[in-house]
């Protein structure tokens, strides 16, 4: 409330000094304490109604009275034997006020925070990359990531984990120890602060295999997948999704050897 006070002070005390020196300080003072009235009634109103209402309630008059112009410019001709002022004035008022309506109703959820999320969520769609199995055993994505070529969201969905798991479980002692050194590297993953680490409940109970459900869920959220599969990175590719392939990547960074150059090779 005392807020509020010092606010309407401030706009007398403006016009108060507006009015002394036009000559008409009373003047003045009334005009300052009129505009700080009506301030104050638009802050109440702000307050009450909330910021998306409003927000909501202007855009929607906005569209209505841009709609009433669409709709009776191509009918002006028809009533050129009347007053097209009234015409006007008649659409603008139906179309308008129906709009604002709309955007009342519209607005109620409409707050700064969904904005904020909405954009981040958007922002963060092309960061977003599933991980495939094999690439996590592989270990090498560590390295990649620490060095700054991966960065974003991570999302390992729970048939990774239980795959993984199905894996550490095995009786085979090979297989074992790759699923054990999988779930080491995710751990690692977690600890890296330019990854953001995420598991997903989504299934696909329909899709047998892993990698269709990769495939399906990548789809799904617009993700990426990293993987080193040459197989999965066939069939995501036919079905649209982007494939970063590690074993792509290693290719790709291997320095040229110019003609005429010498090499030292190492056997051991």
Same mark, same amino acid.
């Given at each position: 409330?005392?807020?509020?006070?010092?606010?309407?002070?401030?706009?007398?005390?403006?016009?108060?000094?507006?009015?002394?020196?036009?000559?008409?300080?009373?003047?003045?003072?009334?005009?300052?304490?009129?505009?700080?009235?009506?301030?104050?009634?638009?802050?109440?109103?702000?307050?009450?109604?909330?910021?998306?209402?409003?927000?909501? %309630?202007?855009? #929607? +008059?906005? !569209? *209505? $009275?841009?709609?009433? @112009?669409?709709?009776? =410019?191509?009918?002006?001709?028809?009533?050129?034997?009347?007053?097209?002022?009234?015409?006007?004035?008649?659409?603008?008022?139906?179309? %308008?006020?129906? #709009? +604002?309506? !709309? *955007? $009342?109703?519209?607005? @109620?959820?409409?707050? =700064?925070?969904?904005?904020?999320?909405?954009?981040?969520?958007?922002?963060?769609?092309?960061?977003?990359?599933?991980?495939?199995?094999?690439?996590?055993?592989?270990?090498? !994505?560590?390295?990649?990531?620490?060095?700054?070529?991966?960065?974003?969201?991570?999302?390992?969905?729970?048939?990774?984990?239980?795959?993984?798991?199905?894996?550490?479980?095995?009786?085979?002692?090979?297989?074992?120890?790759?699923?054990?050194?999988?779930?080491?590297?995710?751990?690692?993953?977690?600890?890296?602060?330019?990854?953001?680490?995420?598991?997903?409940?989504?299934?696909?109970?329909?899709?047998?295999?892993?990698?269709?459900?990769?495939?399906?869920?990548?789809?799904?959220?617009?993700?990426?997948?990293?993987?080193?599969?040459?197989?999965?990175?066939?069939?995501?590719?036919?079905?649209?999704?982007?494939?970063?392939?590690?074993?792509?990547?290693?290719?790709?960074?291997?320095?040229?050897?110019?003609?005429?150059?010498?090499?030292?090779?190492?056997?051991?």
């Amino acid at each position: 409330m005392l807020h509020r006070v010092i606010f309407f002070l401030i706009f007398v005390a403006g016009g108060y000094i507006i009015g002394f020196r036009e000559g008409v300080a009373s003047q003045g003072i009334l005009w300052g304490a009129g505009v700080g009235i009506i301030a104050l009634i638009i802050e109440y109103v702000l307050t009450m109604v909330g910021f998306g209402t409003i927000v909501g %309630g202007l855009l #929607g +008059l906005s !569209i *209505g $009275l841009l709609f009433a @112009k669409l709709v009776y =410019l191509p009918l002006k001709t028809v009533f050129t034997s009347m007053d097209g002022t009234y015409i006007g004035v008649i659409f603008n008022t139906l179309f %308008g006020y129906s #709009g +604002l309506l !709309i *955007g $009342l109703r519209a607005g @109620k959820d409409f707050t =700064l925070s969904n904005i904020v999320h909405a954009f981040k969520s958007r922002v963060e769609e092309g960061h977003t990359k599933l991980i495939d199995t094999s690439v996590i055993i592989d270990g090498r !994505i560590v390295e990649v990531c620490e060095a700054g070529f991966l960065e974003g969201t991570f999302i390992i969905p729970q048939f990774i984990l239980q795959e993984l798991q199905h894996i550490a479980d095995s009786p085979d002692s090979l297989r074992r120890t790759r699923g054990r050194r999988g779930l080491d590297i995710l751990h690692k993953i977690q600890k890296i602060s330019t990854i953001t680490v995420k598991i997903v409940d989504e299934d696909f109970p329909k899709i047998k295999e892993v990698d269709a459900k990769l495939v399906a869920l990548a789809r799904v959220l617009g993700a990426k997948i990293i993987t080193n599969d040459f197989n999965l990175n066939k069939v995501a590719e036919l079905q649209g999704v982007t494939v970063l392939n590690l074993n792509e990547l290693a290719n790709a960074v291997k320095p040229v050897v110019l003609p005429g150059e010498k090499m030292n090779i190492f056997i051991r």
